[in-house]
């Protein structure tokens, strides 16, 4: 379906799974697509109503003018796909991949996301500081590598056809040693689809982010995955969000992967998002059909 965001944006939106299954909604990050979260997907949809969309400008989502690139935008979608796919009252486990989880994080402040959201994910991501921390260039010096990731992630540059060098490229910058030919090969497709204009856009609201004030309003239960090898958002980002969260249940870190963890290793994310529907979404619609039951008792009374 078609989502429309509250500056009018066309946000593509997929359901997949039985129709009244608990919900899990899924925002993905910088530069993929609704295809990033297949594999995940594919572990859940048996039993789980699976809610993926683009980001705007990302895969079917039409490209916005350059105002409407922001944290307050990526909100407004979140927001915007949560009200349409999620039946009156219903809640979701909500998570995020890299931008998906500073989604997730600018949205905080947002009534809605509490009222909606029964738990949270938060997958290879980080608040704030990304071109200070990130290692994809490991100079010693942080001007030195503020600058050199200032340019990647501002870069117009087309990445070509995807080939055995541009894998190699990319897997160095956002995959770990283990991750097979497969999943690079699937990380490349879905990363050179993105436009380059979407990709720069995007790049600079994530070299200026500032959320850090938002993680500790993060207080409905949340679980943190990271990769030891992420050199995008490398593991100090899941540590201090996990030291100021309010209610983080669980930090996994996930020896020899990267970024792309969803696609790394989609058996253990679906594993994470699992429980939280079990321990958040299913145990609390139990209890209130408890309550809804001693009401018509107490009126039948």
Known sequence: ??????????????IHGPEHAPAVVLAHGWTCS???????????????????????????????????????????DLIAVLERTLEPRERAVVGGHSMGGMTIMAAVERPQLHARA???????????????????????SPAARRHAHWLLLHSRTPLGPVSPLTKRA????????????EQVEACARIVHACPTGVRAHWGKVLYGLELTGRVGKLTMPTAVIAGTED?????????????VLPDCRELTELPG???????????????RLRVLVQDHLEQQDHLEQQETTGEQRGRTA
């Open 34 to 76: 609704t295809a990033f979260w297949a594999p995940v997907v594919r572990e859940l949809s048996d039993d789980h109503r699976v809610i993926v969309y683009d980001q705007r400008g990302h895969g079917r989502s039409p490209a916005v003018r350059p105002a409407g690139h922001s944290t307050h935008a990526l909100a407004d």
């Open 231 to 243: 050199r995008l958002t490398p593991l100090v980002h899941a540590r201090r969000m996990v030291s």
């Open 257 to 271: 992967r990267g970024h792309m963890t969803p696609i790394e290793d989609p058996g253990t994310v679906a594993g």
């Open 118 to 140: 029964a738990a949270v994910l938060l997958c290879s991501t980080g608040p704030a500081e990304l071109a200070e921390e990130a290692l994809v260039f490991p100079f010693r």
């Open 1 to 14: 379906m078609t989502v429309t965001s509250a500056d009018g944006a066309r946000i593509y939106t997929e």
């Open 170 to 181: 990319l897997k160095y910058a956002t995959m770990g040693a283990g991750s097979t030919p």
